[in-house]
């Protein structure tokens, strides 16, 4: 009887699935299946895409995997003692450009473009506040003069809108660039969010959601306690405002905000919550660590929480069509292909 790589020969390794299966170079994944353990004290060698990945832990039935930095397509096969298990394929998130320094969600354009700041440490000016990357791919200087950029967030016109954690201010900028002061006093200003309606929400790190209407008059819409880092904002399709704030803790929550400002906790238990987007199906995707694995997790509705991209640093997501995701993570931005159809309200 012959074998092939799809159905393996009578005690070879056996692959069923991966846990998650999507990661950025270097995450961490659990493979699950059988006669994955040690053989007379021997590991097995993971491969993927021909390249010898890390083997963390080996149990018969699992073993976890660290992505190398160099894997594209993702093609995981476990071999052990002359033998080879069945393969199966990762999502792996591609490279798209390095050099930044992103604190929050990126932003995406009608045309696809990609914006993500340079932010730069508390105080100091970067040569380049944002920088655009076109869907070819090319990085290009966006805007300067803006100390620490921070918060994204792009408006139903196409103008990218611009927090600066330094002085409290908000920048309006145009499709070509020209950038101009839109609000100020607004604290520590960082994660900010349009509603359906135009509103732009901004999140003051000490403690305050300002609410900006289209007419710029500020109201305090919202208050929480402190974050140690920033505020992360998002907008269900429901009207409602989801908000992260990083803490010291590893318990963390996200909470929800009502229309009428009400606070609520969504979900606690996540390590460092940061960056913030949805579905159309209402979930929640959140860079976080949950249960000890660092990367995206997803909360439904129903308040289930799962890892389903596994990486380190990654500070902001965004969708676009299509169901890929594009992630801000280790000083660079990646695209990964989920599967996940965002909200997009404009």
């Known amino acids: 009887m012959r074998f092939s790589k799809e159905s393996p020969i009578p005690n070879s ?7 998650p299966d999507a990661a950025l170079p270097g995450g961490e994944i659990e493979v699950r299946g059988t006669q994955l353990g040690a053989v007379r004290s021997r590991l097995p060698v993971a491969v993927l895409d021909g390249i010898v990945a890390p083997v963390l832990l080996s149990r018969s039935n699992r073993m976890i995997v660290r992505v190398p930095e160099d894997v594209q397509t993702g093609k995981l ?17 591609r490279l798209i450009t390095g050099n930044l320094h992103p604190v929050g969600n990126p932003a995406v354009d009608a045309g696809g473009n990609i914006y993500s700041t340079d932010s730069g440490p508390r105080g ?11 869907p070819t791919g090319e990085m290009q200087p966006f805007v300067s003069g ?18 600066s954690r330094l002085d409290g201010t908000v920048h309006r900028v145009s499709p070509q660039g020209a950038s101009s002061v839109y609000a100020e006093g607004m604290g520590i200003a960082t994660g900010i969010a349009f509603d359906s309606a135009g509103n732009l929400y901004v999140g003051d790190r000490s403690g305050t959601i300002f609410k900006i209407a289209q007419d710029r008059q500020i109201f305090v819409f919202a208050t929480l306690e402190p974050s140690i880092a920033a505020y992360h904002l998002a907008f269900g399709q429901d009207g409602t405002l989801f908000v992260a704030a990083p803490s010291t803790s590893s318990y963390d929550s996200i909470y929800a905000i009502d229309q009428a400002g009400v606070v609520r906790v969504y979900y606690r238990g996540l ?6 987007a949805f579905d159309v199906a209402g979930n929640v995707y959140v860079s976080a660590s949950f249960h000890g694995t660092r990367g995206i997790v ?18 902001g997501l965004a969708f676009v069509p299509g169901g890929n995701a594009i992630l801000a993570a280790n000083g660079a931005v990646y695209d990964v292909g989920l599967g996940i159809e965002g909200v997009r309200l404009f």
């Not at 390794?13 to 846990?19: K, M, T, V």
């Open 13 to 19: 390794p056996r692959i069923d699935s991966a846990i």
């Open 77 to 93: 096969e476990i071999r052990q003692n002359g033998q080879s298990s069945n393969s199966i394929r990762l999502k792996i998130a």
């Open 271 to 276: 390590g460092r919550p940061q960056g913030l």
């Open 146 to 163: 803006i100390t620490n950029a921070t918060g994204l967030a792009i408006d139903a016109q196409g103008y990218l809108y611009v927090s």
């Open 298 to 315: 997803c909360i439904s509705p129903a308040g289930d929480a799962s890892v389903v991209l596994a990486g380190s640093g990654i500070v």
């Open 124 to 134: 100091q000016k970067t040569a380049v506040s944002v920088y655009r990357i076109t």
